[in-house]
C-alpha cells in the first residue's frame, strides 16, 4: 500500500445529501470526485438517475500548467466517469474499476484529492479493497437463453448455483441477476465476494451520510415529486424513441427498447411501465416509492457491514473536521 496515496470516500442511501457534501469537501481540500453510480455513467439517463446538473469543460491540469482536460464540471468541481456512455452500451464493474483507478492516479499526480462519491455499493468496494472482479465476456447465446426465464426465476436459479452473491444481489434487478449467471455458469464458480476485505489498496476514509428513517423516506418521497414534476417521464420516452443529446460525440443516440430500459429498474423500470399502460401514474409514484426506499434499505444492510465507515449527518463542519483530521495524519 502507497501511504501517500489518500482517498476519501462518501457513500449512503439514496438521497441522504452525498454528491452535495462531496462537492463542498472537493472545493476545501482540492478536491476532484469520481462518481460511483452503474446509472450516472450513461448519457440521456440525467432525471432519473439525480445527475448533478455539470456540463463538460476543460479543466487546467493544475494552476500553473497550460495543459488542460475535458471532464464534467459541476459548481466549478471536475466530476470523472459520469455523462459519458451510450446506454445501448453496457459498461461493466470491471471496466469501472479499471478506469476508476487510473483516474485516481492522475488526480494524485495533480496533487489533489480523489474523492469517490456513489450509492453503488458494490463498485466502491472493488475500488477501495482492489477486489478481483472476473472480466468474463457477454455471451449472448447465454443471454438469451436467460432472458426467457422470469425474474423470480432468475433470482431461484442464482440462489441455488451461488447462495452468498444471493444474499446481496438486488433480486428485482434482471440485468444483475443475468450478469451474476453468466459468471457463474461461464466459470463454473461462484461470483468472488464483493464485501470488504481487510487490505485496502489506498489509504481512506469512508464518509456516510446518514439521516433517520423517517426523515430520509420523506426525502425520497419529495425528491421523487420533484423528478416528475421535471421530465422524467418525458426522459425515458425519450431513450425510448432515440434523440439527439451530444452532437460531438453521439449524434444520435440509440432507441432503447423497453426491455433494456426496465433492465435499469428504479425510475426507468416503473416510468417505462407507466407509458406501456401497465400501471397509472398514481400507482407510477406508489411502486416506484416503495422500491426506492427497500433499495435504500438495502444500500444500508451493505454499508453497515463495514466498520470503517465514519457515520455522520450530511453535517460540512463534521465532514471537513474529520477530514482534514485524516489529511494531516
Not at 442511501?13 to 472537493?26: D, F, I, R, W
Not at 476532484?32 to 432519473?48: A, F, H, L, P, T
Not at 463538460?56 to 491540469?61: I, S
Not at 450478469?179 to 469512508?206: D, F, K, M
Request: aromatic share 8%.
Amino acid at each position: 500500500m502507497n501511504h501517500n496515496s489518500k482517498l476519501l470516500a462518501v457513500v449512503g442511501p439514496t438521497a441522504s445529501g452525498k454528491s452535495e457534501l462531496a462537492v463542498a469537501l472537493a472545493k476545501k481540500f482540492n478536491g476532484e470526485i469520481i462518481s460511483c453510480d452503474s446509472r450516472q455513467v450513461y448519457k440521456g439517463m440525467d432525471i432519473g438517475t439525480g445527475k448533478v446538473a455539470g456540463s463538460w469543460q476543460k479543466v487546467n491540469q493544475t494552476n500553473k500548467s497550460n495543459k488542460s482536460y475535458l471532464t464534467y464540471v459541476y459548481k466549478s468541481i471536475p466530476h470523472h466517469l459520469i455523462d459519458f456512455q451510450n446506454p445501448a452500451r453496457q459498461y461493466s464493474a470491471a471496466r469501472f474499476q479499471k478506469e476508476a483507478k487510473k483516474i485516481i492516479a492522475e488526480i494524485l499526480k495533480r496533487g489533489r484529492l480523489p474523492i469517490l462519491c456513489g450509492g453503488t455499493m458494490h463498485w466502491i468496494d472493488a475500488v477501495i479493497y482492489d477486489q478481483k472482479i472476473p472480466e468474463i465476456k457477454p455471451n449472448l447465446k447465454l443471454r438469451a437463453r436467460l432472458e426467457k426465464l422470469s425474474t423470480t426465476g432468475l433470482f431461484a436459479r442464482i440462489s441455488r448455483l451461488d447462495p452468498q452473491r444471493a444474499k446481496t444481489i438486488d433480486k428485482f434487478n434482471r440485468r444483475r441477476l443475468i450478469r451474476a449467471l453468466e459468471i457463474v455458469i461461464s466459470t463454473g464458480r461462484p461470483v468472488p465476494p464483493l464485501n470488504p476485505e481487510p487490505s485496502p489498496l489506498y489509504v481512506t476514509l469512508i464518509l456516510g451520510t446518514n439521516l433517520p428513517q423517517k426523515t430520509l423516506y420523506e426525502k425520497i418521497d419529495r425528491r421523487l415529486k420533484e423528478r416528475l414534476k421535471h421530465g422524467m417521464i418525458k426522459e425515458v420516452q425519450n431513450l425510448h424513441d432515440g434523440f439527439r443529446v451530444s452532437p460531438r460525440k453521439f449524434p444520435r443516440q440509440s432507441a432503447l427498447s423497453w426491455k433494456k430500459l426496465i433492465s435499469f429498474g428504479l425510475e426507468y423500470k416503473f416510468v417505462s411501465l407507466f407509458l406501456q399502460k401497465k400501471i397509472s401514474k398514481d400507482e407510477l409514484f406508489i411502486q416506484l416509492s416503495f422500491a426506492i426506499k427497500h433499495y435504500a434499505k438495502r444500500q444500508m444492510t451493505w454499508w453497515k457491514r463495514n466498520k470503517n465507515i465514519i457515520w455522520i449527518k450530511p453535517d460540512i463542519k463534521k465532514a471537513e473536521k474529520l477530514t482534514q483530521k485524516f489529511l494531516n495524519s
